[in-house]
């Protein structure tokens, strides 16, 4: 088994253990047994990485909404992500890229995925851990600076 | 962006309306490690001003199985930043079979690297040319793609295969000035024996004719051999589409051509001048000429052309005949359609010698059509309509060759001339 298929296979089942534990506290079984469906339609089927992702993180929202732990549920969604994208990566290895260019920029992509799903996921859970009450003014008001920092970076990358 | 920019800014903002919608502020901290991916795939795409890459094209013809392989091969060096997600690809081209290599490739460059996209196809005849190549290059996470067209220009031209045919011994009407092998009908510088005449101070000595001098005292007596000159000889090319059969990969025009092609070459070969005329969209005419220049100018022609289903060139009869040198031989190449005889009244008329090569499309069709009455019926019906347009023609004197495109053209064509007048009794 080669390390992108190991990666792969790694992060959907942690993410839907994750997701299955959360549901399993909160004895929600049905959730539970269809999140063990999409782990295994994930499995079986390589060309619908895309569906298993946007059903996992439907699935995460769900638990979110019947009460499961949200740490859980959010790094459920997370690790879905990460193997929707380890297993595009080995669609684009497989694509007739050598071996050497392969082991070259490998490694490369595994820590800027790991960065960015990292910070983000470190983020999520301090923002989890922390509560503190903003009056909504000022929280729309961060949105729409957010928004156009957002669009700002946009057009500086693109221009 | 691409679908999966799509679709996880779908599912960031799915999820923000959720946590709004449903006051579930975890929703909202669900989104952040999706849109630390996405600014991630943002600040790692790669921007136009840094991407330095240049392509370079090289195409390669050689000959197998009776088709031509084309590989192309494509290097794209980079000397900008480097790219550490891009795919290569370069458009299909139609009606071409792909036998080795792959349209497509992905990649992952260095600066000062170069990749590589090799492929070879397969095809009987045509004209190809390439002006650029694409590229696709993204960040690590296949997000945000920019999409390149570089130059990478080529051309090449695959001329029908020239099949190997006897030359001919022709006796035409009228030849031109400079020398060839076709007999003249006038005295000169040949091999043949002419005729007697007077001796005309200037003439050799060792054509003079001793045993008639010694008979007639004080007369001197030049023996004369025939003459032998090129010829004028054109080709008429019927290009139209409503007389052309496809079967899979190949099809009857690719036959006729082939024998054009081959024909061309053959009376080129005898120093003679050939001129070209195909008639189909756009109709190509090639003016007389002598020579390996004038059979390049004939295969490029070949190669370019692709039968039309242009309506105003269905009608054979308007073929401008014009343009062949008066009394010339004309080699007409056409399956035939009803009422296509009507042009052979014209040749004649404008004083041509014509010979018809016809590619017999009922024989070509035949392994395909299925066996039952009908199509015994149909079948009897268009060979009949076939003859009939056939013997129209042969009252015009007008040699025919119903070829059978499975048997090799040479022979017929031998056995055709033979027959007539057109060839030499030598």
């Not at chain 2, 490029?300 to 014009?322: E, G, K, R, Y």
Request: with cysteine; proline share 5%.
């Amino acid at each position: 088994m080669t390390l992108q298929r190991f990666l792969k296979w790694g992060t959907l089942t942690t993410g839907v253990v994750c997701l299955a534990t959360g549901y399993g506290l909160v004895g929600q079984w049905g959730l539970l047994a269809v999140a063990g469906l999409v782990w295994l339609a994930g499995m079986l089927a390589a060309g619908w990485s895309m569906v298993v992702f946007v059903v996992l993180v439907g699935l995460a929202t769900v638990g979110v909404c019947v009460g499961a732990w949200p740490i859980l549920m959010i790094l459920g969604a997370t690790l879905a992500l990460a193997s929707w994208d380890l297993a595009n990566w080995e669609d684009f290895v497989a694509d007739g890229l050598p071996a050497e260019t392969v082991a070259r920029f490998e490694w490369r992509h595994y820590t800027y995925l790991a960065l960015a799903l990292g910070s983000g996921l470190l983020v999520a859970i301090i923002g989890q851990l922390v509560s503190f009450q903003l009056p909504f003014g000022i929280l729309v008001l961060l949105a729409v600076l957010m928004l156009l920092g957002v669009d700002q970076m946009w057009r500086l990358v693109k221009g | 962006m691409n679908s999966r920019a799509l679709t996880l800014v779908a599912v960031i903002f799915g999820l923000l309306l959720g946590a709004l919608l449903l006051h579930q502020g975890d929703l909202a901290w669900m989104t952040l490690p999706f849109l630390a991916y996405l600014g991630m795939g943002i600040l790692q795409a790669p921007t136009a001003g840094k991407i330095r890459l240049h392509a370079m094209r090289t195409v390669e013809t050689r000959r197998e199985q009776e088709r031509m392989a084309i590989s192309v091969n494509i290097t794209l060096g980079n000397q900008g930043v480097a790219l550490e997600r891009f795919s290569m690809f370069d458009d299909p081209r139609p009606g071409v079979q792909l036998v080795d290599g792959r349209l497509q490739q992905s990649a992952a460059l260095r600066s000062g690297e170069a990749a590589e996209l090799h492929y070879t196809f397969r095809t009987e005849r045509g004209s190809f040319a390439w002006e650029t190549f694409q590229v696709a290059a993204s960040d690590p996470f296949g997000l945000i793609e920019m999409r390149l067209s570089l130059p990478a220009a080529a051309a090449v031209q695959v001329p029908p295969e020239l099949r190997k045919i006897r030359p001919f011994l022709l006796r035409t009407q009228r030849t031109l000035t400079s020398a060839g092998s076709i007999p003249a009908r006038r005295g000169g510088s040949g091999t043949d024996f002419w005729g007697i005449r007077e001796y005309h101070p200037g003439d050799p000595l060792r054509r003079l004719d001793w045993r008639l001098t010694a008979r007639h005292p004080r007369q001197f007596f030049t023996k004369e051999f025939e003459l032998e000159a090129i010829a004028d000889i054109g080709l008429i090319l019927d290009a139209r589409e409503k007389t052309n059969l496809q079967q899979g990969e190949d099809s009857l025009f690719e036959h006729s051509a082939r024998a054009a092609a081959s024909l061309a070459e053959v009376f080129l070969r005898q120093s003679n001048r050939v001129s070209l005329l195909i008639w189909g969209d756009p109709m190509v005419s090639l003016f007389p000429g002598y020579g390996k220049v004038q059979l390049n100018r004939i295969l490029c022609a070949l190669a370019q052309v692709t039968p039309s289903s242009n309506s105003s060139l269905s009608n054979f009869h308007f073929v401008p005949i014009q343009m062949f040198s008066s009394h010339s031989l004309i080699l007409v190449i056409s399956p035939l359609a009803a009422n296509d005889w009507q042009l052979f009244p014209r040749l004649r008329a404008y004083g041509y010698q014509v010979l018809l090569i016809s590619p017999d499309p009922l024989d070509y069709a035949q392994s395909r059509l299925p066996v039952d009455r009908t199509s015994r019926l149909a079948s009897r019906l268009v060979r009949l309509e076939r003859q009939l347009e056939i013997s129209k023609i042969r009252q015009l004197w007008i040699p025919v060759i119903d070829w059978s495109v499975s048997q090799p053209l040479s022979p017929l064509v031998h056995q055709a001339l033979a027959q007539t007048h057109i060839q030499s009794k030598r």
